[in-house]
């Protein structure tokens, strides 16, 4: 899940995900699907750097994707982790769309990665699919593609469970009418779509998120429209090459609820998390963090956060333990506080990540990569509050089993 998925009914709901300028509450609206960020960063010689995601593999490796401003289009941004140091990493550019998203990223070994996203040409170009492989030493384009007879698309996230095989999802259409997609990557040569279900009389429907427990068992969690237009989420389920549809519980008393991120530490143990939407007057909303778990059998609500918050990222290192990351607003205004709170296998517990100080206050994790229980990488930006629609410098934060610690980051 990184930062920008689309949201396909509400932009209020994106605004509250992007963390900046109207985080926690909203009344703004605008249709139809985008992958890239909704917020034009201000022109500057170079900056305004975010991580969408990152992958890390052991103790000694992690790769974090995102964006960043220069001039006034927006290159890939890529770096990796090593011997405690950020290093950047050039991005290519398709040659027929040069602005980059890179939203998603899953590395199955230090010189194997896949990240997902979206290009476009020009200020507001239709997106394209974006896929990029890394060798271990560099990145090359695997596709710069949509399907055939859509206007745009994009991809929100893979998943790589080996090197041989990767699953990436999204969705594709029209500003008013998409669908999910699903492709598979694999032995490094082939990039295939293949067919995906959705809901049964779904307007629009898109997968958000992707875990893949092994080759042959993954789980991909999605939000869709129903035909009287409310905004539902759902799971399918990827087993021996075929898809199952799944229900997941509708989160009782919130108007509607977004899946962002899904974890699969075992073939019969997924989590999920995203946010809810609750309406409280007229011209103001809350969102609300939520997880579900999915033990083999039916999906079921796990927490509701009562505070003003959501989730995009989470990772099990273990069966019975997990990391969701995103942000909260304690006080109900625009100033996004890191949130991270871990899962035993029966509760909830919110932990306590660094902060950057002023005047840049506002810190955003995008999405959380944990390799053990006591190795975890959080991935984001920071911003301040203070400039509307500004997202001014990578984040990134390390957990080491005890406390975290914020890390010095390869800024463009």
């Known amino acids: 899940m990184g930062r920008l998925r689309h949201v396909m009914i509400l932009s209020s709901a994106t605004v509250a995900l992007l963390g900046i ?25 170079a900056g305004n750097g975010s991580f969408n995601g ?17 001039n006034g289009h927006t290159p890939g941004l890529s770096e990796t982790l ?24 899953s590395c199955a070994s230090a010189a194997s990665c896949l990240f997902v996203g979206a290009h476009w040409a020009g200020r507001q170009g239709p997106d394209a699919n974006l896929a990029e492989a890394w060798n271990g030493s560099a990145w090359r384009i695997v596709t710069a593609n949509g399907p055939a007879g859509t206007a745009s698309s994009g991809l929100d996230d893979v998943a790589c ?35 995906v279900p959705r809901p049964r009389r779904a307007r629009n429907s898109e997968i958000g998120a992707v875990s893949c427990f092994s080759q042959w068992n993954c789980m991909a969690v999605g939000n869709y429209a129903s035909a009287a237009g ?10 021996d090459g075929r898809w199952t ?26 989590v999920a998390v995203g946010d809810s939407e609750q309406y409280y007057t007229r011209s103001r909303y809350y969102y609300h963090a939520f997880a579900e778990i999915w033990n083999g059998g039916a999906w079921h609500l796990s927490t509701l956060r009562r505070q003003p918050s959501y989730f ?30 871990t899962w035993n296998g029966q509760t909830w517990t919110t932990q306590h990540p660094a902060r950057t100080p002023a005047p840049q206050p506002g810190d955003d994790f995008q999405h959380i990569s944990c390799a053990t229980q006591a190795r975890c990488e959080a991935v984001g930006y920071r911003y301040n509050p203070a400039i ?4 001014d410098h990578t984040l990134a934060e390390r957990w080491n089993g005890h406390h975290w610690t914020t890390q010095t980051t390869a800024n463009p």
Request: with cysteine.
């Open 82 to 105: 090593s011997a405690g140091q950020w290093t950047a990493r050039s991005v290519p550019s398709p040659a027929h769309g040069v602005n980059v998203f890179a939203n998603e990223v």
């Open 161 to 195: 469970p080996t090197a041989g095989f990767c699953l990436a999802v999204g969705w594709a259409g029209s500003a008013n009418h998409f669908q999910n997609t699903a492709y598979t990557w694999t032995s490094g040569t082939t990039w295939r779509q293949i067919t």
């Open 388 to 391: 509307p629609n500004s997202y």
């Open 230 to 239: 409310r905004n539902l989420g759902f799971a399918a389920r990827w087993h």
């Open 312 to 341: 995009i990222g989470v990772s099990c290192p273990a069966r019975n333990h997990c990391f969701a990351s995103g942000s909260t607003y304690p006080k109900a205004i625009n100033v996004a506080y890191p949130l991270i709170e």
């Open 21 to 45: 300028a109207l985080p926690a509450s909203a009344a703004t609206s605008s249709p139809g699907p985008r992958t890239r960020p909704l917020a034009t960063a201000p022109p500057a010689a």
């Open 245 to 270: 549809l799944m229900t997941t519980p509708a989160i009782r008393a919130q108007r509607v609820s977004y899946f962002q991120g899904v974890s699969c530490p075992a073939a019969n143990r997924c």
């Open 54 to 70: 990152d992958s890390c593999i052991g103790a000694t490796f992690c790769m974090a994707v995102g964006d960043y401003n220069l």
